[in-house]
């Protein structure tokens, strides 16, 4: 296949962590089609990435081929799949988080737009500056099929870029997506200034939240207690390279939701989560006390003061 479209690794999006994973592909020898929306972004990619990194602003020549990385905002991926038009090979989903109008995982999304691709997570603790500089990070790479993950661990791995192949799509997806509810939170008790100790529980508990969702709706513990779920969840709650954190942590000194949410601010994820990670979480019954906080927080209902208050009076469980 040297000259077939089967040789080559498409990556739909060209902010930070799709460039990342387009010289992760290049560094070991790969040749990658880099799509960018916007023409003059191309043009600045394409003075400075390898000459293996062909940069293009026409979505539609990454169509067909078999390993595609969807690196668009969660809430474009929808978007994005409608612009493919079809795709009948593996769809890598390299965002985090839940559809906020539909409350759908991402592989639902590319399932449902895309019925001929095979949908495939990657996920886990990586910030986009590190992974391009080529330092070592791991990560889970998980579809419904354990071999899937495994043929496509063989396709993107590197030295510095260690996969773990999974079969439980859903938990890895969820620990993605709840991670950066959590995050945010963390980021405001930061903010606050209530300290370290108050950021550890909250971390904590918001963990013991992910668990409980993702049991209940029938993935494995131990995926949300991988790098998938623990380990994104540690790195996102705990640096301000994060930017639900930093969300957070902008909220706990006191600028207001629309003003984060305005055009030009960085992208949290988890804003956009957590609303439909608690409509996710009553269909099964379980409570989310930490998303749902973060929740009510974005939507105005609460102050960050008065959303810490009350998961302080929460009535103490019989175990943790």
Not at 130 to 151: F, I, K, N
Request: glycine letters at 12%; proline letters at 4%.
């Amino acid at each position: 296949m040297a000259n077939g479209r089967g040789d080559v690794i498409g990556v739909a999006g060209a902010g930070a962590w799709g460039t990342a994973l387009a010289l992760v592909a290049a560094r070991v020898g790969r040749r990658v089609r880099l799509w960018a929306r916007d023409p003059a972004r191309v043009e600045a990619l394409a003075a400075t990435l390898p000459e293996a990194v062909a940069v293009t602003s026409d979505l539609g020549r990454l169509r067909g081929l078999d390993t595609l990385l969807l690196v668009v905002p969660a809430q474009a991926v929808r978007e994005t799949c409608r612009g493919l038009g079809s795709h009948a090979g593996r769809v890598v989903i390299c965002a985090k988080g839940l559809e906020r109008a539909t409350g759908l995982r991402l592989s639902e999304v590319v399932s449902g737009e895309l019925p001929d691709a095979t949908p495939v997570a990657l996920s886990g603790p990586s910030f986009a500056a590190e992974v391009a500089a080529g330092l070592p990070t791991a990560l889970t790479l998980a579809a419904e099929r354990l071999d899937e993950a495994g043929a496509l661990v063989e396709v993107l791995a590197a030295p510095a870029f260690r996969l773990y192949p999974s079969d439980d799509l859903l938990g890895v997806e969820l620990g993605g997506a709840l991670k950066n509810v959590v995050a945010i939170a963390a980021g405001a008790v930061t903010g606050r200034g209530l300290g370290e100790n108050a950021r550890a529980a909250l971390i904590t508990r918001g963990l013991a939240e992910m668990a409980r969702l993702g049991e209940a709706l029938g993935a494995r513990r131990e995926t949300l207690m991988g790098l998938s779920g623990l380990g994104d969840l540690l790195l996102s709650a705990t640096s301000l390279t994060s930017r639900n954190t930093r969300f957070g942590h902008a909220l706990g000194l006191g600028r207001s939701v629309p003003e984060l949410l305005a055009p030009g601010e960085a992208l949290s994820e988890g804003a956009f989560t957590a609303e439909a990670a608690c409509r996710l979480a009553a269909t099964v019954g379980v409570e989310l006390p930490v998303a749902d906080a973060v929740r009510r927080v974005l939507a105005g209902e609460l102050t960050v003061d008065t959303a810490v208050e009350l998961l302080l009076a929460r009535p103490p469980a019989a175990r943790e």
